[in-house]
């Protein structure tokens, strides 16, 4: 997972508390995605960003914000921690050219519990 | 609506011997299709991908295989080892727009001594 860090690796939050989830990369890469994972149900995406002040949602966006003010950083926002929001995430980077498989690479994850 | 599906959620194989996985999909507009290996507790890492363009692509032990007809792909490992237990994800490229890849659920791979 050289490239992309995530921090924290594991958090455990109260039902209703906020939290940050940090993904930086150091290869200038444009495109970053949040993703989670849910046992049995793949990796579902949540926001992704083409570049620095460019966001949009993906696939299960509700309750998550991001920001992306730098090439390096993608943080995820959790405002009002649900149970349902239990789940790891993955931050995943990509150059994001026009032709080609587009291959992502991922950071080592982060495992959020909501109690 | 499950675009990406991996119908078998595990599969059990014998060292040495041939491990299949397969994937469906239903979006004709997938251009890539590509295969993730995934190890407890780290990300998924990628594997081997093909074109839409193309109906085989060969990398060392790992072939995908993809019927466009049938909107099927399947990952070939042979021969196994154990070090390939894993969670294998199939995933697919949108052609336009943000490129996003698209997973299917997963398919725990399992290789018995």
């Known amino acids: 997972n050289a490239g992309v860090t995530q921090t924290p690796k594991f958090r455990i939050l109260k039902i209703g508390q906020s939290m940050t989830l940090q993904c930086a990369q150091d290869?200038?890469?444009?495109?970053m995605y949040w993703y989670r994972q849910d046992p049995g149900m793949g990796l579902k995406l949540i926001y992704y960003?083409?570049?620095?002040?460019?966001?949009d949602k993906g696939e299960v966006p509700n309750g998550y914000n991001v920001s992306r003010s730098t090439t390096e950083d993608f943080p995820l926002r959790l405002e009002l921690a649900a149970p349902s929001q239990t789940s790891v995430y993955f931050c995943?980077?990509?150059?994001?050219?026009?032709?080609?498989?587009?291959?992502?690479?991922f950071g080592a994850g982060s495992r959020l519990t909501v109690l | 609506d499950q675009q990406v599906k991996q119908n078998s959620p595990s599969l059990s194989v014998q060292e040495g011997r041939i491990s299949i996985l397969n994937c469906d999909y239903t979006?004709?507009?997938?251009?890539?299709f590509l295969w993730y290996k995934k190890y407890p507790a780290e990300g998924p890492t990628f594997l081997i991908s093909?074109?839409?363009?193309?109906d085989k692509n060969e990398d060392g032990r790992f072939t995908v295989f993809l019927n466009k007809s049938a909107k099927h792909l399947s990952l070939h490992i042979v021969p196994s080892q154990p070090g390939d237990s894993a969670v294998y994800f199939c995933?697919?490229?949108?052609?336009?727009?943000?490129?996003?890849?698209?997973f299917g659920q997963g398919t725990r791979l399992t290789i018995n001594p």
């Open positions: 995943a980077i990509s150059s994001g050219l026009s032709s080609g498989a587009n291959v992502l690479t």
């Open positions: 290869m200038n890469h444009n495109y």
């Open positions: 960003s083409v570049g620095a002040g460019i966001t």
């Open positions: 979006n004709s507009m997938f251009d890539y």
């Open positions: 093909i074109s839409s363009i193309k």
């Open positions: 995933a697919a490229k949108e052609w336009a727009g943000a490129q996003k890849l698209v």
